[in-house]
């Protein structure tokens, strides 16, 4: 089910993305350090260190494309994806 909204240039992703975004901007600090070494095109992996709930929301409303997030233990989906140009997120320590 969660690949329906995360596919890249899906409807539901980006207008699920603008109703959250700026409730997130609103009522929390969001610093994007080193936001330059994400690729603006091309496939890429944003590894995260902390899983929680909220940590999803907050890397796809800090960053400018779409993101997958996929589980770790997905490795073979992680990579076809990351060939197919998309930009994919994974937690270590669990699923988000």
């Known amino acids: 089910m969660t690949r329906i909204f995360l596919k890249r240039n899906n409807k539901i992703y980006h207008f699920l993305l603008a109703?959250?975004?700026?409730?997130?901007?609103?009522?929390?600090?969001?610093?994007?350090?080193?936001?330059?070494?994400?690729?603006?095109?091309?496939?890429g992996l944003i590894v995260a260190n902390y899983s929680s709930s909220l940590n999803g929301f907050f890397?796809?409303?800090a960053l400018d494309?779409?993101?997958?997030?996929?589980?770790?233990?997905?490795?073979?989906?992680?990579?076809?994806?990351?060939?197919?140009r998309e930009l994919v997120c994974v937690f270590p320590e669990g699923e988000p």
């Not at 409730?23 to 603006?40: C, K, M």
């Not at 993101?67 to 197919?84: E, K, N, Q, W, Y």
């Open 19 to 43: 109703l959250v975004r700026p409730l997130v901007r609103i009522f929390y600090r969001i610093d994007r350090l080193e936001a330059q070494n994400v690729p603006t095109v091309g496939g």
């Open 59 to 61: 890397i796809a409303t």
């Open 65 to 84: 494309r779409p993101i997958r997030f996929l589980p770790l233990s997905s490795s073979t989906a992680i990579r076809d994806a990351v060939a197919g």
